[in-house]
Every structure is written in structure tokens, then in C-alpha cells.
């Protein structure tokens, strides 16, 4: 969702700089790894997305702050 606001140019077959990239499902590789470029999702411990665990309020707020920074 957030690479899709932020209006990003996606990369087809992309593989993640997170160190779990192989449980990212392809069809969002492209969008995490745009949005880890830009600094908005950084992982956690280990390097890892851990794709399958849901997300913090915390974790939530701090992404959609940093999209507000890119996007003003």
C-alpha cells in the first residue's frame, strides 16, 4: 500500500535486501524492496521482514510517518 501511494517505479523479479527474502511472496518483493530503498521499512532483528507477523502499532506508525516525511 505504501509503494502504491508514494507512486513507486517497481522492478519486476526483484529479490529483497532482507535476509528472509525467500519467505517474502514474489508478488511483493518488488514494493518491500522499494520501500526498504527509501529507508521506510527497515526490518527487524536479524535483517529479516518476517512477512507472515503482524505489525505494530508502533511498527505501523513509524512507516506511515516516514511516507508523510517522503511525501511532503
Excluded at 512477512?51 to 508502533?58: D, I, Y
Aim: glycine content about 6%.
Amino acid at each position: 500500500m505504501i509503494a502504491r501511494v508514494l507512486k513507486l517505479p517497481l522492478k519486476a523479479n526483484t529479490v529483497t535486501g532482507f535476509a528472509d527474502d525467500q519467505a517474502i511472496p514474489q508478488w511483493a518483493k518488488s514494493s518491500v524492496e522499494a520501500i526498504r530503498g527509501l529507508g521506510i521499512a527497515s526490518g527487524k532483528e536479524g535483517n529479516k521482514f518476517v512477512p507472515n507477523v503482524t505489525a505494530t502499532r508502533a511498527e505501523a506508525a513509524t512507516i506511515v510517518l516516514r511516507m508523510l516525511e517522503i511525501l511532503k
